[in-house]
C-alpha cells in the first residue's frame, strides 16, 4: 500500500498535520518519532488497521516520497482554505477539518497531547504548509557570512538603513545631487576615512576597505560607484602607484575635500589600456609634463566624476622621456579650478543619459598641451630624475605596464563582490515576496505559494545556492588579497587571475539572478518602487566596466594554460611546453566505469565527489587547450592569432578553473564555521550550488565519457531534490544577508499585492 | 607543406590577397579557381615551386584549412596597416607590400590582369580582410522577411522614418505626452485604420495588422504598446466578443474618438484569469449590471491606458445573474468623462514608474456599484434576455471562459513577434558596431573588428540565425491565425498553443538577444543614446504580459500531452492514456548506431538531421512526461499536484515541441522563397539556429543515448563553421531587415568612437 493511501483512514487523518509536519524539513528526528509512536501505541480506541498506517508514516527506513507528502500537503491545504484565519493556525483544528466526521474525543485528546509533547506551537501550525515552516539559524548564518569584519559591516548597515537612502523615478541632475550629499553623509559619518589606507593606519587594512565597499552595495549603486571612484580608484592610484608626498594627499581625498577621477579609459580604446593614446612629453627646461590628446579617439571617456565633480584626475598617459616612449604611466592632473571651470587647456564634456548609475556624472576630458610639474607623476614604479633622465626598477615595459594595472585588481574584487550583494538583494525581495504570493491551485483549493511551483524554484534557489557561495569566495579572495599586497614584491600574477575570473563569474550571475528575479515576481518586478528596475540598470554595467568580463576571461585563460602569461604573449613556446608535460602528469584520474555510473545520493551530495568533478574538467580544459595552442605555434602561426583560434576553449578553460576555485573558496571558509546547525545549511546551499554547476555542464561530462547517462539523471535528480530542501527555508536564509529594511524597501518585500490571505 | 608554409615564397606573395579575397566566401568557385590557374599555368617567370604552391591553394578536393586561412589574414591586415588609407583600397598594393623586394613587374602585371579579370573592383579590395567582403543579397531577403504584406510594412516604415519617432531622458509625464501625440499621428496616417477588422472591410485583414504591429516594434515600444491596447485588446475585445452594436463602435475606436483600455489583470490575480474578484450582478428591475469591486485584492492594475488617457474599459468581471455566478465575462464601461474625470462610481489610480513603457500610462481602477445598461454586456458567446435569464450557446463555464480568452492569443502572436523586432533592432546596432569596432591584434599589427573574435561571434551570430528563423515562423503563424480565423468554429486549440509558445520562446530569446548586444558594444552600449537601455528596460515586460512565458509553456505542455487539456485539468485521464498509446506506437525512431555516430558535415548540415533531431526530442519528452503523469493519477494524485509535480519535465517537453514548430515554419515559408541566392544564405541561417539548438540541448542526447560523444563533438565544430561563414556577411544580414535608419538611431550604428581607422 502506498503511503497516499493510508490517508484514507479517517482514524488517521486527525493526525495527517502532525506528520506532515514531522516531516516537513525533509528529516524527522529520532526522537519526534519515538514519541508520536509511543503516544499512539496503546491508544485503545485506534483501530489496528489504523495504528498500523500511522506507523508505516513513522518508518524511518521507509520514509514517504516526494509524492506521498505533496498529496498530504494537498489535503492540508485544502483542510486549511475552509478554516478562518484564526483557526489556521491551530494544528488541531486542521486534523479535524481534514477528519471531518471522523473526529472523535478520543483522537482529538491524543493530537492535543502529542502536539503538547512535541513542543508545536501555534507558530508551527500557523507555517502549515506555507514556506516559513522551517527555521534556520539566521543569526548564526549572518556571522558565517559577514566574516572576519562584522563591524564594518554594521557601520555600513547602520548608515544604509534609513529610508532617505533610496531614489527612483529622478532626473540626470537630481539623482547626481542626491549622490553627492550621501556621499558627504558617508564622509561625515566617518565612514570614508575608515581604515582607508594611508589615513587612518599606515599599514592599510584592505579588507575593511574592500568590506564596507561590498556591504555598501546593499544600497544605491551609484553611490557605490561614486564612493568607489573616489577612494578606491583615484585615492587607490595615487596610493599604489604614488610616493609619499602623493601619499599625503589621502586625507583630503578622505575627507573630500580633494575630489579626483580615474582617468583611464579613452573611446578609442576600451579594453586595450597599453595602446592608449592620450601623451605626456616631458619638457626638461621647466621641469614639466606636457599632456595632449593627439587625436579624437584619444579623448578620455566614461570617466566617472569628470563630467561635474572632480577636481583632479589621475591620467592615464604614454610618457614621452626625450623623445623616447615609455609606455603608460599615471600623472596627477588638475582638472578643475575650486569654482568648477576648467583649468586651463582642458575641455570636459559629460557622456549623457546611462542605462543606469546615473548618479554618477561620467565624463570627457580632452588636453590640449596641458603643462603640470614633474612632481605629478605617479613615480612609485617609474622616475625621471633631476637630470631628466628617465629611471625604472623595472625594466621590461609590459612588466611595468602590468605592474602599474595591478591597481585594478582591488577595483575588480570590490565591484565582483558588489554583484554579490546585488544578487542578495534581488533574491531577498523575491524569495519573500514568492513565499507569500499565492497563484493557482487544486481544484476547489486555495491557490498555493509561487515557491511551491518547482519551476520557481528552478529560478531562484540554485541563485540563492551560488551567491551564498561566492559570497564566501569573496571573503576568501578579501583575505588573500590583503596578506598578497602587505608582502613586498610578492608574486600577484595569480591573485590577479583570481580577482579576473571572480569579477566576470560574479558580475554575470549577478545580472542573470537579478533577471531571474525580476520575471520571478511578474508585473511586480517590473515596477519601479520594487527596486528591480534600478538594481538592474545599474549593475548591469558591471559585466564590461573595471575589464570587460570576455577580456577578463582570456587573461585568466592565458594565465592559467602557461602561468606564464607574458613569454606566451611575447611567443615564448617553452613555456606551455613545459606546462603540457605536468598535466599530462596530473591525468591520473582514468575514467573508472564504476565512478562514471556512480549514482547513489551519499556519492553525489559529497564534496569530494563536487570538488573531483569541478577539477577534473578544469584540468581536462587546460590540458586540451594548451595542446592546441601547441599545435599551432609548432605550425609558426602568430601567437595572437592562435589564441584567438582557440578562444572560445580557452574561455571555458577560465571558467572551468573559476568554478573550482570558487566551491573550493567556499569549503575554505564554510571549513571555520562553528555553528552546527548554520554548517548543515550551508553544507546544503554548497550541494546545490556544486550540484547545479555540475548540471549545466552535464553535456561536456558526457561527452569526455566521464558521466554515464545515469549518473547525469542522477545530479539532475539530485539538484530537484536540493531545491526541495531549501524551498522551506528561503525566507531565513535571504534574512542571514542582513540587509536593512530600509535598502529592502521593495513594497512586494513585505508583501503586499494587495493583502492577501 | 601546410598551406601555410607555402605562403613562405615571396613569388607567391603578390596573389596572397587574391587567394583569400577567392576563398573568402568559404567557396571558391570552379569559374574562379579555373580562372586563376590558366591565368598563372604558362607564366614564365613563375618558377615551378611557386606555381605549385599557388595550385595548392586552389586545389578544390584540399581547400586552406582554417588555421591556413586565418594566418593568410593575419598577413594581409599587418601589410595593410603599413599602407594609407587611399593604398588600402587596392588588392594590388596590398600584393605588392606583402611581397615587399619580391615584387617584380610581371608579378605586377599578372595580378593586375587577374583582377580585372576576375571583376573584382576597389570595393572588394577595400573589404579584405574586414567583414563587408561578403555581398549578401539583401533585397531578396528583405522582400522573403517582409512576406506577404510588404506595402504595409512599407507604410509603417515611412511612419517611423522621422528621428522625432524617437525620445530619451524624458520626465514619465514627458514620455507619455510624446506617445499620445504619437498615436493620433498614427491615426492621421492612416494606419490606424488600415486592415482594422470591422472598419476597413467586414472580413478582418488579421495578417495586414499584425505585420503592421511587429513592423512597429522596429521604433519605440510604447507607442507599439499603447497601440496595442487600443486597437488590439481595446478594438479587439469589442470586435471578438461583443455583436454588431459593438461592431459598430471601431470606427470610433480607429479614429481615436474612443479611447479603450482592458481591464483585465486583477493585482491579486496576475496570471490566474479565471479567479478575478471583481463582480457584476444583473439587476432585472433597471436591466442594468452592477460592477462592484469587493476587495482590494479585486482592483484592476496593470491596466494601460487607465491611468490618464482611457475614457472606456472592457472590464472582465464575474458575472452574477439571479444570484448565480458564470464565470468571466466582458462588459463595456465608461470610466472617464470626456474632460477626463471618472464617471459615477469608478475610482482611478497610476501604477507609477516602471522599468520602461513609461509613455504607456498603466493604471489601477475601482469599481463602486458601478452600473451599466446590459446592453454593454459583450454578448457575443452569453446574453441575458428579456426575462433576465442567461443563456449562452456555450454550455461548460470552462469552455466558455477559454473562448473569451481566445482574444488574448492574437495579442500574444503580436507580442512575440514584437518580441523578433527587437531582437532585429539590436542585432542591428551591434552587428555594425563589431564590424568596425577593433580592439587589440597581432603584435604590432593593426587592431581587428570585434566580430572577428569567435567570442563575440558566439554570443551575437546564432541570436542573428534564430531572429531570422522566428521571424519566418512568425509569418507562417500570422497566415495560420488568419486562417482560422475566417472560419467559423473552427478548432482553435492548436493554435492557442502555437501562439503561447512561440511567443514565450520569442520574447525570452528578445532579452536574451538584447542583453547579448548591449554587452557586445561594452560602455557603449549602457549609454541611453545608443539605443540599448530602452530597448532592454521596454522588452523585458514582454516575457510576463500577455501571459507569464512559464505560465503559458505550461498551458503549452498540458495542451500538447493531451491535445485535450480540458479534460485533463478537470482531471480526465482517459485523454492520457489514449495519447500515450499513439505515442508509443510512434517510438519507431530507433537507437540506430550509424546514426548516432554519425558527424560528416553534409549529414550534420541537412535540414532532415536538423528536423529529425527536434522531432525525436520532442517526442521522447512528451512521451516520457505523460507516462509520469499517469503514473501519479493512477496513484489517485489530485491532477493539480500531479501537473506541479512533474512541472519542470512539462515545461521541457513545451519548449521541445516549440523548437521543432519553429524549423517546421521556417522550412515552410523558406520552401516559398525563389531567389536562390537569397535561399542560400537563409540555409545557412537556418543551419546555425538548428545547430546551436541542438548544441545547447546537447546533454539531452547524450543522456539519451541518440548522441555519441563525436556526434556532440561534431556538432559543435559545424556551429564554428557556420559562425565564420556568417560573420563576413552580417553587415548585409542585418541590413535586410529593412530597419529605417531614424529607427537605428544608435550613433554606434553607424560607428563613431571616435573615428578611426
Known amino acids: 500500500m502506498t503511503n497516499v493511501a493510508l490517508l484514507d483512514d479517517p482514524q488517521v487523518l486527525p493526525f495527517a498535520p502532525i506528520l506532515w509536519l514531522a516531516w516537513a524539513d525533509g528529516d524527522l528526528s529520532n526522537d519526534e518519532r519515538a514519541l508520536i509512536a509511543d503516544q499512539l501505541k496503546d491508544a485503545p480506541w485506534l483501530r489496528p488497521e489504523a495504528r498500523r498506517r500511522i506507523g508505516a508514516w513513522l518508518d524511518p527506513s521507509a520514509p514517504p516520497s516526494a509524492v506521498a507528502l505533496a498529496a498530504l500537503r494537498t489535503l492540508i491545504e485544502k483542510a486549511r482554505s475552509s478554516l478562518g484565519q484564526s483557526q489556521r493556525s491551530s494544528l488541531l483544528l486542521l486534523g479535524q477539518a481534514m477528519a471531518g466526521s471522523g473526529t472523535t474525543d478520543e483522537s482529538k485528546r491524543a493530537a492535543t497531547e502529542l502536539i503538547d509533547l512535541l513542543g508545536w506551537g501555534a507558530k508551527d501550525a500557523a507555517a502549515?504548509?506555507?514556506?516559513?515552516?522551517?527555521?534556520?539559524?539566521?543569526?548564526?548564518?549572518?556571522?558565517?557570512?559577514?566574516?572576519?569584519?562584522?563591524?564594518?559591516?554594521?557601520?555600513?548597515?547602520?548608515?544604509?538603513?534609513?529610508?532617505?537612502?533610496?531614489?527612483?523615478?529622478?532626473?540626470?541632475?537630481?539623482?547626481?545631487?542626491?549622490?553627492?550629499?550621501?556621499?558627504?553623509?558617508?564622509a561625515d559619518s566617518g565612514l570614508t576615512k575608515l581604515s582607508f589606507p594611508g589615513v587612518t593606519s599606515d599599514t592599510p587594512d584592505l579588507r575593511s576597505f574592500m568590506t564596507a565597499f561590498e556591504t555598501?552595495?546593499?544600497?544605491?549603486?551609484?553611490?557605490?560607484?561614486?564612493?568607489?571612484?573616489?577612494?578606491?580608484?583615484?585615492?587607490?592610484?595615487?596610493?599604489?602607484?604614488?610616493?609619499?608626498?602623493?601619499?599625503?594627499?589621502?586625507?583630503?581625498?578622505?575627507?573630500?575635500?580633494?575630489?579626483?577621477?580615474?582617468?583611464?579609459?579613452?573611446?578609442?580604446?576600451?579594453?586595450?589600456?597599453?595602446?592608449?593614446?592620450?601623451?605626456?612629453?616631458?619638457?626638461?627646461?621647466?621641469?614639466?609634463?606636457?599632456?595632449?590628446?593627439?587625436?579624437?579617439?584619444?579623448?578620455?571617456?566614461?570617466?566617472?566624476?569628470?563630467?561635474?565633480?572632480?577636481?583632479?584626475?589621475?591620467?592615464?598617459?604614454?610618457?614621452?622621456?626625450?623623445?623616447?616612449?615609455?609606455?603608460?604611466?599615471?600623472?596627477?592632473?588638475?582638472?578643475r579650478h575650486d569654482d568648477g571651470s576648467p583649468t586651463r587647456g582642458i575641455r570636459l564634456g559629460d557622456c549623457g543619459l546611462k542605462m543606469g548609475l546615473n548618479g554618477v556624472d561620467n565624463g570627457r576630458i580632452w588636453f590640449d598641451q596641458v603643462r603640470v610639474p614633474v612632481a605629478n607623476l605617479l613615480d612609485r614604479f617609474a622616475q625621471i630624475d633631476t637630470d631628466g633622465r628617465y629611471q625604472s626598477p623595472i625594466e621590461s615595459s609590459s612588466r611595468r605596464f602590468f605592474t602599474m594595472l595591478g591597481t585594478l585588481v582591488g577595483g575588480r574584487v570590490s565591484v565582483g563582490s558588489a554583484g554579490v550583494s546585488v544578487a542578495k538583494s534581488a533574491l531577498a525581495i523575491a524569495l519573500r515576496y514568492s513565499t507569500e504570493r499565492r497563484q493557482f491551485g487544486p481544484e476547489g483549493g486555495a491557490e498555493i505559494p509561487l515557491l511551491r511551483y518547482p519551476t520557481h524554484q528552478r529560478r531562484l534557489l540554485p541563485a540563492l545556492a551560488s551567491t551564498y557561495v561566492l559570497s564566501f569566495a569573496f571573503e576568501r579572495m578579501r583575505r588573500h588579497f590583503a596578506e598578497v599586497n602587505t608582502q613586498p614584491d610578492a608574486d600577484t600574477r595569480e591573485l590577479e587571475a583570481e580577482a579576473a575570473g571572480l569579477k566576470a563569474i560574479a558580475t554575470w550571475h549577478a545580472t542573470r539572478t537579478?533577471?531571474?528575479?525580476?520575471?520571478?515576481?511578474?508585473?511586480?518586478?517590473?515596477?519601479?518602487?520594487?527596486?528591480?528596475?534600478?538594481?538592474?540598470?545599474?549593475?548591469?554595467?558591471?559585466?564590461?566596466?573595471?575589464?570587460?568580463?570576455?577580456?577578463?576571461?582570456?587573461?585568466?585563460?592565458?594565465?592559467?594554460?602557461?602561468?606564464?602569461?607574458?613569454?606566451?604573449?611575447?611567443?615564448?613556446?617553452?613555456?606551455?611546453?613545459?606546462?603540457?608535460?605536468?598535466?599530462?602528469?596530473?591525468?591520473?584520474?582514468?575514467?573508472n566505469p564504476l565512478e562514471i555510473r556512480k549514482d547513489d545520493p551519499e556519492h553525489l551530495r559529497s564534496r569530494a565527489f563536487h570538488l573531483a568533478t569541478l577539477k577534473y574538467r578544469e584540468e581536462s580544459l587546460v590540458r586540451t587547450v594548451a595542446l592546441r595552442m601547441k599545435k599551432r605555434l609548432d605550425a609558426k602561426m602568430d601567437p595572437q592569432e592562435a589564441l584567438?583560434?582557440?578562444?572560445?576553449?580557452?574561455?571555458?578553460?577560465?571558467?572551468?578553473?573559476?568554478?573550482?576555485?570558487?566551491?573550493?573558496?567556499?569549503?575554505?571558509?564554510?571549513?571555520?564555521?562553528?555553528?552546527?546547525e548554520a554548517k548543515r545549511w550551508l553544507t546544503r546551499l554548497g550541494d546545490l550550488h556544486a550540484l547545479a554547476r555540475v548540471e549545466e555542464t552535464a553535456a561536456w561530462y558526457l561527452e569526455d565519457g566521464s558521466f554515464a547517462p545515469e549518473k547525469a539523471r542522477g545530479v539532475r535528480k539530485e539538484v530537484q531534490i536540493a531545491?526541495?530542501?531549501?524551498?522551506?527555508?528561503?525566507?531565513?536564509?535571504?534574512?542571514?544577508?542582513?540587509?536593512?529594511?530600509?535598502?529592502?524597501?521593495?513594497?512586494?518585500?513585505?508583501?503586499?499585492?494587495?493583502?492577501?490571505?
Open 216 to 335: 555598501l552595495a546593499l544600497g544605491d549603486l551609484s553611490l557605490v560607484v561614486k564612493a568607489g571612484v573616489q577612494l578606491g580608484l583615484f585615492g587607490g592610484s595615487l596610493y599604489f602607484l604614488g610616493t609619499d608626498r602623493h601619499r599625503a594627499l589621502l586625507h583630503d581625498v578622505a575627507s573630500l575635500k580633494m575630489l579626483g577621477c580615474f582617468a583611464m579609459s579613452e573611446v578609442g580604446h576600451g579594453s586595450n589600456v597599453a595602446e592608449l593614446e592620450t601623451v605626456a612629453r616631458y619638457d626638461h627646461e621647466t621641469r614639466e609634463l606636457v599632456l595632449h590628446t593627439p587625436r579624437e579617439s584619444a579623448r578620455k571617456d566614461w570617466i566617472g566624476g569628470a563630467a561635474v565633480d572632480a577636481r583632479f584626475a589621475t591620467v592615464f598617459t604614454q610618457l614621452e622621456v626625450d623623445g623616447q616612449s615609455h609606455g603608460v604611466h599615471a600623472v596627477l592632473v588638475r582638472i
Open 514 to 591: 537579478v533577471q531571474l528575479c525580476r520575471e520571478a515576481c511578474g508585473g511586480q518586478g517590473y515596477l519601479a518602487v520594487n527596486r528591480f528596475p534600478d538594481l538592474r540598470a545599474d549593475s548591469d554595467v558591471f559585466s564590461t566596466f573595471e575589464g570587460d568580463n570576455t577580456v577578463l576571461l582570456q587573461l585568466v585563460g592565458k594565465s592559467v594554460i602557461s602561468r606564464f602569461s607574458k613569454s606566451l604573449a611575447s611567443g615564448g613556446v617553452r613555456a606551455v611546453l613545459r606546462m603540457i608535460g605536468k598535466l599530462a602528469a596530473q591525468q591520473v584520474l582514468a575514467k
Open 128 to 186: 502549515v504548509p506555507a514556506f516559513t515552516a522551517i527555521e534556520v539559524p539566521t543569526a548564526a548564518l549572518q556571522r558565517a557570512l559577514d566574516g572576519d569584519r562584522p563591524e564594518v559591516r554594521a557601520q555600513v548597515r547602520a548608515f544604509l538603513d534609513d529610508p532617505e537612502r533610496r531614489m527612483y523615478g529622478l532626473s540626470k541632475a537630481e539623482q547626481r545631487a542626491k549622490v553627492r550629499g550621501w556621499l558627504k553623509d558617508l
Open 644 to 676: 584567438l583560434e582557440i578562444q572560445e576553449h580557452l574561455v571555458a578553460a577560465a571558467i572551468a578553473w573559476v568554478d573550482h576555485l570558487v566551491l573550493r573558496s567556499f569549503e575554505e571558509e564554510v571549513a571555520k564555521v562553528s555553528d552546527p
Open 723 to 757: 531545491m526541495r530542501e531549501l524551498a522551506p527555508a528561503a525566507t531565513g536564509l535571504v534574512a542571514a544577508f542582513g540587509i536593512p529594511d530600509a535598502c529592502l524597501s521593495a513594497p512586494i518585500a513585505f508583501f503586499d499585492p494587495a493583502h492577501p490571505p
